[in-house]
């Protein structure tokens, strides 16, 4: 398997503060790989490095080989980058099917967009039963659905969620991560930011261990899942 996303000795830093201390870890071609660590870790910060909405103060990016350190956003979509924001971020005034074709607003093929509208459709069949509903309108748990459905359809090569189970019901992060599942099944590679630790491992097939903005742990999920530092600091002993 060859590296998707390899990210090098990455920095971030918010003033003087340093979020992240020089983080290196991949992620392979179609593989799901988690970050896992509690509130405050620099998961996120990381996230947003990797997405363009921060510049990091050090190290290197790469992505499928090239060098994406510091791109914007909107170029990475481009090069088949999509990022599912913390917080769901959709249109509020916007009707479900207006939201997901903003999923695909540097696209032209009509035609296919509207394939793959139906498709997701068919994969989260929540939002087809809502497709005229204003998004603002919609449960914490419709909005994530919405958020991924969006993001699929800028034809990610890769996928980065950003705690996709946050705020959220048992049942409905349940069905949450079934679209994840489903998505990495048809071969999206994803990378995954998750507070959930236990359901973040049962779905990933590797993760690391982000603490104080530096990873102390990387191994397959079934490792981590049976190391008791793990057990003990995340997964309620």
Do not use: W
Request: charged fraction near 25%; glycine fraction near 12%.
């Amino acid at each position: 398997m060859s590296a998707l996303l390899d990210v090098k000795g990455l920095e971030v830093a918010y003033g003087g503060i340093r979020a992240i201390k020089g983080i290196d870890f991949h992620v392979n071609e179609g593989e799901l790989v988690t970050l896992i660590g509690a509130n405050g870790a620099g998961k996120s910060s990381t996230l947003r490095a990797l997405s363009g909405l921060v510049k990091p103060a050090g190290g290197r990016v790469l992505y499928r080989g090239q060098d994406i350190t510091g791109t914007p956003s909107h170029t990475l979509v481009g090069l088949g980058i999509a990022l599912c924001p913390e917080g769901r971020g959709v249109f509020a005034r916007l009707t479900v099917h207006e939201n997901l074709l903003m999923g695909a607003f540097s696209r032209n093929d009509d035609e296919q967009i509207a394939r793959e509208v139906d498709e997701i459709y068919t994969m989260i069949p929540r939002l087809k039963e809502r497709t005229r509903q204003l998004a603002g309108t919609l449960s914490g748990g419709e909005q994530q659905m919405l958020a991924i459905g969006r993001a699929m359809l800028a034809r990610p090569r890769l996928l980065m969620l950003d705690e996709p189970s946050m705020g959220l019901a048992p049942l409905m992060v349940e069905k949450i991560f079934e679209i994840i599942d489903l998505i990495a099944k048809r071969g999206t590679t994803i990378l995954l930011i998750e507070q959930n630790a236990q359901l973040a491992l049962e779905n990933a097939h590797r993760g690391y261990v982000l603490e104080s903005g530096e990873i102390i742990l990387a191994a397959d999920s079934k490792s981590l899942l049976a190391d008791p530092r793990v057990k003990e600091a995340y997964l309620g002993g």
